[in-house]
C-alpha cells in the first residue's frame, strides 16, 4: 500500500516531533531555531519551518521533512520512520463549535463598571494592608493610581450600586456579583482594562492564595488586556499575567496581557498593525508552549524573549533589584537572535 507522505506531515507537526526527540526549541518569527542533533553544533544552526513542516541545518547542511528528521535522528529506513511516527493514526474530528454572539456594553454597562472600579480603588488607597501586598508584587504608588487598581471588601459594591441607581440584576449578568448578592471580587486585588475614560472589563486576584480560582475575571468576553494604551506603538510587549503586565507598563512599555496562555481570537488581528511584538512568556511548559505557537502565528514580526535562568516570569524578575535591566538586555538579545535568523535564511 502506497504511503501518503502529505498525510503524515499534516497529522505530525515538525516542531512536536523534534522536541520529542529532546532537541530544545526557541522560536524567532515564524521559525524554530536549535542546536543540530546531527553534529556538534555550537550554537542554534538547525532552524525548524512549521509552516511548510520542514527543517535544514547551516552548519552541516541536514534538511528534509519530518520523515527525514525521524529517520536521520533514529538512524533507521524511511519505512521504519513512517512505523515510529504511528502513520495509521485516526485524524481527529473536528466539530464545529457554534460562535456566543459578542456581548455588546451599553451605556449604563459602561457606568456600572467604572462605578465598580473608582469604588475598589478608593477601597485599595484606604487599604494600608492591601497597598503593602501589591508594593511587594513591584507595583510604585504612581502606578496603583494610573492603572487604577482596586481592592474589593467584599461589603461594599451592592450599596453603592444602589445609591446610584444602577440595577443589580445586570451587575450579577455582567459578573460583579453573584446570584446571591456577593460580591465575586471579595478580597481580591483588581485590575481594571480601562478605556479612555471606562472600565471595560476586570480581573481580581486573591491575595491569600488559599482560595481558589487565584483569579476571577467578569462574566465577558476576556480581553486583550492594556490593548487600548498600547494601541498604535510600533512595537508591542505580550504577556501572560496581570501583574506581568503591571511591571512592563511600569518601566514605561506599550504593553498587552493574554490573560492565560490562549490567544482570545481577536488578540492576532489587534496586534496586526504592530511591526513587532515581544513575546514575554512565563518560563514553564505552557508559557513556552504559547510562546512557539504565537511566534509562528504573528510571523517574523515575533520577537521571543528568554528570562533569565530561575526565574517564572516577568513580574518576578521586576522585584529583582536588577530585573529592569536583565530584561532589557534579554530583549536585545532577542532583536539578535532575530536578526541573525534573518540574514541566514
Given amino acids: 500500500m502506497a504511503i501518503d507522505v502529505e498525510r503524515i506531515k499534516r497529522r505530525h507537526a515538525i516542531a512536536e516531533v523534534v522536541a520529542a526527540h529532546g532537541v530544545p526549541l526557541r522560536p524567532v518569527g515564524s521559525r524554530l531555531v536549535a542546536r543540530c542533533p546531527f553534529h556538534e553544533d555550537g550554537r542554534a544552526s538547525m532552524v525548524v519551518y512549521p509552516a511548510t513542516s520542514s527543517y535544514y ?83 510604585a504608588p504612581w502606578l496603583t493610581r494610573y492603572c ?21 440584576k445586570r451587575a450579577q449578568e455582567l459578573g460583579l456579583l453573584f446570584p446571591s448578592g456577593d460580591e465575586t471580587m471579595a478580597g481580591r486585588v483588581v485590575i481594571p482594562d480601562l478605556r479612555g475614560a471606562h472600565c471595560g472589563w476586570m480581573v481580581g486576584r486573591i491575595v491569600d492564595g488559599l482560595r481558589s480560582p487565584k483569579y476571577r475575571g467578569l462574566a465577558l468576553p476576556r480581553p486583550l488586556l492594556g490593548f487600548e494604551r498600547a494601541r498604535g506603538h510600533q512595537r508591542v510587549f505580550l504577556t501572560e499575567g496581570p501583574f506581568d503586565w503591571l511591571t512592563l507598563v511600569g518601566w514605561g512599555l506599550p504593553a498587552c ?47 521571543v524573549v528568554e528570562l533569565p535562568e530561575g526565574v517564572k516570569d516577568v513580574n518576578e524578575l521586576g522585584v529583582q533589584p536588577d530585573g529592569r535591566e536583565a530584561f532589557f538586555r534579554a530583549v536585545d538579545e532577542a532583536e539578535r537572535r532575530a536578526r541573525d535568523v534573518a540574514s541566514a535564511g
Avoid: N, W
Avoid at 466539530?95 to 472600579?117: G, I, K
Avoid at 481577536?266 to 510562546?291: E, I, M, N, P, Q
Fill in 57 to 139: 541545518c547551516f552548519g552541516c547542511g541536514a534538511g528534509g521533512d519530518v520523515i527525514d528528521f525521524v529517520r536521520r535522528v533514529e538512524r533507521v529506513g524511511f519505512r521504519e520512520a513512517v512505523a515510529l511516527l504511528g502513520a495509521e493514526r485516526p485524524e481527529p474530528i473536528d466539530r464545529p463549535v457554534m460562535p456566543r454572539p459578542p456581548l455588546r456594553l451599553s451605556l449604563d454597562d459602561r457606568l456600572m463598571l467604572t462605578a465598580a472600579c473608582e469604588l475598589y480603588h478608593e477601597t485599595l488607597l484606604r487599604t494600608p494592608g492591601m497597598l503593602r501586598y501589591v508594593e511587594t508584587r513591584g507595583v
Fill in 148 to 168: 487604577r487598581l482596586g481592592y474589593s471588601d467584599g461589603t461594599s459594591l451592592a450599596p453603592y450600586l444602589k445609591r446610584r441607581r444602577l440595577s443589580l
Fill in 257 to 303: 496581557a493574554l490573560l492565560g496562555t490562549q490567544p482570545g481570537a481577536d488578540t492576532l488581528r489587534l496586534l496586526a498593525r504592530a511591526r513587532s511584538v515581544v513575546l514575554v512568556l512565563d518560563t514553564d511548559d505552557s508559557g513556552r508552549a504559547a510562546a512557539i505557537a504565537l511566534a509562528a502565528s504573528i510571523g517574523d514580526r515575533a520577537r
